[in-house]
């Protein structure tokens, strides 16, 4: 399989192998099967604060502009 990854997002992926040191595939492979593993009401949860944490970084910058 092969996938597109952003360039941005690739350079942290090497750089959280490095410090972990293992390769990219294998800590790509570990992400997937963490989160192909979590609990699906986890995940909406998970995602709620991401709308929060969205919505707070959109008050900060629009009040420092």
Avoid: C, F, K
């Amino acid at each position: 399989m092969t996938l597109a990854i952003p360039p941005n997002l690739e350079q942290q992926l090497v750089a959280r192998a490095q410090q972990r040191n293992v390769s990219v595939e294998v800590l790509v492979g570990e992400a997937l099967d963490w989160y192909l593993h979590l609990d699906p009401g986890l995940i909406g949860e998970l995602e709620a604060w991401q709308d929060v944490r969205d919505e707070a970084l959109g008050i900060i910058e629009e009040s420092s502009t």
